[in-house]
């Protein structure tokens, strides 16, 4: 019996053993292991488009706690490089600012009511960085996470054109007789572009004609504008040309881009013409002048170089 008692202590003793060392392997596998993350965003779409018409209208992020936290965001408008909101102001959703465990909803709404008004010029169309953190009521614990988000027209233009003046000389001589327009439509939608000018005197725009582009689908396109295919050639002068897309299907709103042009007809200048390509102006051994030739419609600065002692300028009728 002796013998038995002893294997049943020993048994014992092993036993307590192993539960001791598999406690305390559990303990030191729980320590290392790194803590479920503050902050996640989930899957959402990254582009949308508020203009009323029900397609693609709302910014909808879902922001994923895993404790209850404070929650504040950056936002850097990528185009302009502007920092639109600094992380110091919380975001609040339902009135509430500490938020619970869980996930929750951001809206473009809710990023907007925490910009920095003195910097927000207040057209939102572009792509913008956000930086959102997450912070524990103790301040033990915070968590960052970044996305990109684009707010879009209905017709987007291709390179920024909108803010570039294009230039087109309706000559007939072969060399920027026309404007070529790239752009993107959101969806299948019915296009027409309006050509305005715009009086430098009086500031006002005036419609000088109307344009039917056609039935387009979704994505990228080109459209060409000659002056020479609307109803009324235009003559010289500011313009703005304006894509405007109306959806097939029954939605209310409408997208348009705006393209500025000045129109030309006289343009390009006349072509220099020169009779020498090289000036000796030190000495009596070579030519020391040079002899221009302009159009009667080129007007030239002229800022004479102090090593230039002469220089003959005519103009041909």
């Keep these: 019996m002796f013998r038995r008692a002893a294997i049943a202590v020993c048994g014992a003793v092993l036993l307590v053993g192993s539960a001791l060392s598999l406690a305390t392997a559990e303990a030191s596998n729980s320590h290392d292991r790194a803590p479920a993350p503050l902050l996640k965003l989930g899957k959402f779409r990254h582009d949308f488009s508020p203009n009323k018409d029900g397609f693609h209208e709302k910014l909808n992020i879902p922001v994923t706690l895993g404790r209850r936290a404070f929650l504040t965001v950056r936002v850097v408008d990528l185009d302009t490089k502007t920092v639109l909101a600094h992380p110091g102001q919380v975001i609040c959703l339902g009135g509430k600012c500490r938020l619970a465990r869980g996930t929750h909803t951001v809206r473009w709404s809710d990023i907007v009511h925490v910009f920095d008004r003195g910097s927000y010029a207040g057209d939102p169309r572009g792509s913008y960085r956000l930086t959102f953190r997450a912070s524990t009521p103790s301040g033990d614990r915070r968590d960052t996470a970044r996305t990109v988000v684009t707010w879009r027209d209905p017709v987007d233009l291709d390179n920024d054109a909108e803010h570039t003046i294009h230039f087109i000389s309706p000559n007939g001589d072969g060399r920027q007789d026309r404007l070529r327009v790239g752009y993107d439509v959101e969806q299948a939608s019915r296009v027409r572009a309006v050509i305005s000018n715009t009086s430098l005197q009086t500031r006002e725009t005036t419609v000088v004609d109307r344009l039917r582009v056609g039935r387009q689908v979704a994505g990228h396109h080109t459209w060409t504008w000659s002056p020479e295919q609307g109803s009324a050639r235009p003559a010289d002068g500011y313009y ?20 500025p042009v000045r129109v030309d007809t006289v343009a390009p200048d006349a072509t220099t013409k020169y009779t020498r390509t090289t000036v000796y102006p ?19 600065p002229l800022s004479m170089h102090p090593s230039v002692e002469r220089m003959a300028l005519s103009s041909v009728p």
Aim: glycine share 8%.
């Design 282 to 300: 030190a000495t009596t051994l070579f030519t020391d002048e040079i002899r221009l030739k302009f159009g009667k419609d080129v007007v030239i």
């Design 240 to 259: 703005s040309v304006t894509l405007i897309a109306v959806p097939l299907a029954q939605r209310p709103g409408k997208g348009r881009a705006t393209v």
